[in-house]
């Protein structure tokens, strides 16, 4: 029979007789494997991208570094599906459950791995980080240098990445510049982990690969993956929050505190490396939570929740947290690029201030009233997930979210012209597409669980099968590792005003030492310091050489 299912974690992946109660030791064992799973995947990625040897600043190396990381991660692949296809026999499907568990967390490992091993191909040679000492990466290299003096840093932005560099700076003996580089691609490779463990927490294996790592797809971001890293936790912390706010009268006082201390300590965590989600999701989040709040059967523990939670909160992110509320009357963000020139309801795609020379039509044409089709399919998945779930916590928490980062984009977009000031507008459409994304995917999910309860002999046979289960890990391995060598080109050296732009921009700045990058060298047009005409003439020389715009083709 087919368990009905009561909360997200309820419904199965597969149909198998269900394993007897499991000890808290065994089951600590299990989630430890799938850390390591997923870790070590990531971690053994970017090692085995050290191991390609190719010119990152000649278009053919590029695309060859790309083609061997995609074998590497084919090789391993291969590997994790012919586990989880001999667990799928009758005399092994004991063992199924647990290879699927790690071969899920495997997988998420696998996809970060291979896009920090593609900026691992596209800084071959150079010492300095995506953008070198440019940009954000020179702010952030900046704060790092001033904590290392100072011990300390301005209050007004999330202090834990520029710690985290002054950390790494300090234990490698690297200046910051350098340590830079690491960060990145350490940052990068945790992404898939990171995903898929949190919402772990909330869905099975599959699931959380499916439906908690394929929506954020589209937000891993080397040049600064800490920002949209905080996203991708978040959302999931605010859900776990959410059901706990819910389902309160069932616990115990004692729960009720320990639950509190957790939810505050890790909302700071994620507030003090990156605190900017938390004003997309505000006022979501409080409709949300009126919604939710047992004011009938548990009221009490609930005051008793929000406010062990908002205290401990405070006391850990008191210093950024006064000093963000007291500069936003004083710093007006005026920076306008790409991004704010364009459709404000557009949010199937971003291309940051890095469009590149030829992007085309932007936003691009649409089939439908000018919307595409990739949209009317999130809409569609949204307006699916309130029809089949409307009552469930998830749905109602990723509908208010989007609702209220929806008002206020516009409300900031609507005030660009009176104010002469961005706030950081477009940064809301990562949370938008993600919510979007993510609803669809509870669409789906609770679908299956509608068509469970329904008809149990045909969620037996058709959704509950191993056969299903291959099959879904075939599809997100494939997937995953074709968006994983279309972001990781993306970062390849590029002339042109692209993200490729950043890589190269390392390679062709100036090392510490004085000398230049290995691939710089070969090249023998030198090498910059930052500022430097010479170098912008250069990348106007290199854009009209190449047979496409941007694309590096020294001569063979």
Not at 327 to 344: A, G, H, L
Request: net charge positive; glycine share 10%.
């Amino acid at each position: 029979m087919v368990a009905v299912l009561i909360t997200p974690t309820d419904q199965p992946t597969v149909t198998d007789p269900q394993p007897a109660p499991r000890s808290r030791g065994r089951r600590a064992l299990l989630i430890g494997a799938e850390i390591v799973a997923s870790l070590g995947a990531a971690a053994f990625m970017v090692l085995l991208a050290a191991g390609v040897e190719v010119d990152p600043l000649d278009r053919i190396g590029q695309v060859s570094g790309l083609a061997g990381l995609q074998l590497r991660y084919a090789i391993i692949a291969l590997v994790v599906m012919a586990l989880v296809i001999i667990t799928a026999r009758a005399r092994l499907r004991a063992y199924a459950p647990v290879v699927e568990r790690v071969a899920a967390a495997a997988a998420a490992g696998l996809f970060s791995g291979l896009v920090a091993g593609a900026v691992v191909v596209a800084l071959a040679g150079t010492d300095y980080g995506l953008h070198a000492t440019y940009g954000d990466s020179g702010a952030l290299i900046g704060m790092a240098q001033y904590i290392e003096r100072h011990g300390t840093m301005e209050a007004n932005y999330p202090p834990g990445y520029p710690h985290a560099l002054a950390w790494i700076s300090g234990i490698t003996g690297a200046p910051p510049e350098h340590a830079l580089k690491t960060l990145q691609v350490a940052a990068t490779a945790l992404f898939g982990p990171l995903a898929y463990l949190v919402w772990r927490r909330l869905l099975p294996p599959l699931w959380a690969l499916g439906l908690g790592t394929v929506p954020a797809l589209p937000l891993i971001d080397p040049y600064k993956p800490y920002t949209n890293i905080m996203l991708v936790v978040l959302i999931p912390v605010l859900l776990l929050l959410l059901r706990r706010l819910r389902t309160i009268s069932t616990v115990t006082t004692r729960q009720v505190l320990f639950s509190g201390l957790a939810f505050g300590a890790t909302l700071a965590v994620v507030f003090l490396t990156y605190s900017g989600w938390f004003v997309w999701s505000a006022p979501g989040f409080a409709v949300a939570a009126l919604v939710l709040f047992p004011w009938r059967t548990g009221w009490r523990k609930g005051l008793l929740l929000v406010a062990v939670t908002s205290v401990v909160f405070v006391l850990l992110a008191a210093r950024h947290l006064y000093g963000l509320l007291d500069s936003s009357r004083s710093i007006k963000d005026q920076y306008f690029y790409w991004d704010t020139w364009s459709e404000p309801a557009y949010l199937a795609m971003w291309r940051s201030d890095l469009p590149g020379m030829n992007p085309g039509p932007w936003p691009p044409p649409g089939e439908l009233g000018g919307v595409g089709l990739f949209t009317v399919l999130a809409v569609l998945g949204l307006g699916l997930a309130i029809a089949v779930a409307r009552q469930r916590t998830a749905v109602i928490m990723l509908a208010s979210v989007f609702a209220g980062a929806w008002i206020l984009r516009f409300h900031f977009g609507s005030q660009m012209y009176a104010q002469d000031a961005v706030q950081l507008y477009p940064r809301s459409t990562a949370e938008l597409l993600y919510c979007l994304l993510l609803l669809t995917g509870f669409a789906i999910h609770f679908g299956a669980a509608r068509l469970a309860r329904v008809d149990p002999l045909r969620a037996i046979s058709v959704p509950g099968s191993r056969s299903v289960a291959i099959g879904a890990f075939t599809a997100l391995l494939l997937l995953l590792a074709s968006s994983g060598s279309a972001i990781g080109d993306r970062y390849m050296p590029r002339s042109d005003n692209s993200l490729g732009l950043l890589a190269m921009n390392s390679q062709m700045t100036r090392q510490l030492d004085g000398t230049c990058s290995r691939y710089a060298q070969a090249m023998g047009r030198g090498c910059f310091v930052e500022g430097d005409g010479a170098y912008f003439e250069l990348l106007q020389e290199l854009q009209r050489s190449g047979p496409k715009v941007g694309e590096l083709h020294p001569p063979r």
